[in-house]
């Protein structure tokens, strides 16, 4: 079965500072896609960015960035040059086998970036 | 583009009773999910639908929660009757071949 942790309830960050969320997942599957969503506090999920198992580039998606170590099964999502308006809940989670053509996401629980002025 | 339309956005009811969610997903989108996302924790797949086909509703609580897709387009959710650890946030997806787009959701709060 698949599994997502993210181990950290919180985080802090200053404004304009880098920031890692770390996530490690777990599948026997060789072929799977991770992702990140953000969640502010209105509910809504945003999808950030995202990487497939067999992608040979870290993906990139504008101040987002994936790095991607698959040894380790880990996902992290550094964000540089943080925003007031990077404060929300962000989420790592992976999709069923690419091959399957489905796609039901299995969810971590989640971290909370908080940016302070 | 109109993102997925989800209501209501808001729901207080009292447990054993009933309550419907809705979703129209994006025009086009075949596979249409809804998720339930307790507080503190991540969204957690319900049911998956393939046009107006079951995919997976191994996580759906049958015997109190039922949802349809008429004509492979707009959905909804029941929970009959509701219990005090539903209060959540539904939340509804949909997808064409590829790349979610999700609701608003509604959050729900059973007293």
């Known amino acids: 079965a698949q599994k997502i942790t993210q181990t950290q309830p919180g985080m802090f960050v200053q404004e304009k500072e880098a920031v890692t969320l770390d996530c490690t997942y777990d599948?026997?599957?060789?072929?799977?896609?991770l992702f990140w969503y953000k969640q502010p506090s209105s509910g809504e999920m945003i999808f950030l960015i995202y990487?497939?198992?067999?992608?040979?580039q870290n993906a990139t998606e504008g101040r987002y960035s994936l790095n991607f170590q698959k040894a380790r099964k880990s996902a992290n999502l550094v964000i540089s040059a943080s925003q007031l308006g990077d404060s929300a809940m962000y989420f790592c989670?992976?999709?069923?086998?690419?091959?399957?053509?489905?796609?039901?996401?299995?969810f971590g629980t989640g971290t909370r970036l908080l940016v302070s002025p | 583009e109109a993102g997925v339309a989800q209501s209501p956005r808001y729901k207080i009811i009292e447990k054993r009773q009933s309550v419907a969610f809705w979703c129209n997903p994006i025009?086009?989108?075949?596979?249409l999910y809804w998720y339930q996302q307790i507080l503190g924790q991540g969204p957690k797949l319900l049911i998956q639908?393939?046009?107006?086909?079951?995919?997976?509703d191994s996580q759906l609580p049958k015997d109190r929660f039922s949802a349809e897709r008429l004509k492979g387009v707009d959905s909804t959710l029941k929970i009959q009757p509701a219990k005090l650890e539903d209060s959540a946030v539904y939340l509804c997806?949909?997808?064409?071949?590829?790349?979610?787009?999700f609701g608003s959701g509604t959050r729900l709060t059973v007293v």
């Open positions: 599948t026997s599957d060789p072929s799977y896609g």
């Open positions: 639908f393939q046009n107006n086909g079951v995919v997976d």
């Open positions: 989670a992976m999709s069923d086998p690419l091959n399957t053509g489905f796609q039901k996401l299995v």
């Open positions: 025009s086009g989108h075949a596979t």
């Open positions: 997806a949909s997808s064409p071949p590829f790349g979610y787009t």
């Open positions: 990487q497939g198992s067999y992608d040979q």
